[in-house]
Nanobody, 125 residues
C-alpha cells in the first residue's frame, strides 16, 4: 500500500513563498512518478509539476513554470515543491500523487491512482 505524508500548506500574502513536502512510501521500486496537483473551488484538478524518480525528468505546468521548483531527497523518500512569487490564483488544495512507472510523469490526473490527503494553500492579495 502506497502511503503519503503531506505538509507545508498555509496562508501567505501574494509574492510570498511556501514549501510543500510529501513523503512517499510503499513502492518496491524507484521507477515511479510523483506529481503535485491542485484543485481550486469550483475547478477541475490540474497538474502542477511532476518528477520521474527513475531518471530525474521534471515537468512543470505553464502557470507555475519559473515560479515553482520540484526537488527530491531520495534518502528520505520525500519530495518538495518550493513555491515562490505566489499569486492569489495559486490558492487551492494541493495533492501529492504517485504512479508506476516513472514514464507516466505528466499532468494527466487520470493516470495517477495513489493520492495524498491534500494540503490547503491560500494566497491573499
Amino acid at each position: 500500500e502506497v502511503q503519503f505524508v503531506e505538509s507545508g500548506g498555509g496562508l501567505v500574502q501574494a509574492g510570498g513563498s511556501l514549501r510543500l513536502s510529501c513523503k512517499v512510501s510503499g513502492f518496491g521500486t524507484d521507477d515511479y512518478a510523483i506529481g503535485w496537483f491542485r484543485q481550486a473551488p469550483g475547478k477541475e484538478r490540474e497538474g502542477v509539476a511532476c518528477i520521474n524518480r527513475a531518471d530525474g525528468y521534471k515537468y512543470y505546468g505553464d502557470s507555475v513554470n519559473g515560479r515553482f521548483t520540484f526537488t527530491s531527497d531520495n534518502a528520505k523518500h520525500t519530495v518538495y515543491l518550493q513555491m515562490d512569487s505566489l499569486k492569489p490564483e495559486d490558492t487551492a488544495v494541493y495533492y501529492c500523487a504517485a504512479e508506476i512507472p516513472g514514464d507516466l510523469c505528466s499532468d494527466h490526473v487520470g493516470l495517477f491512482r495513489s493520492w495524498g490527503q491534500g494540503t490547503q494553500v491560500t494566497v491573499s492579495s
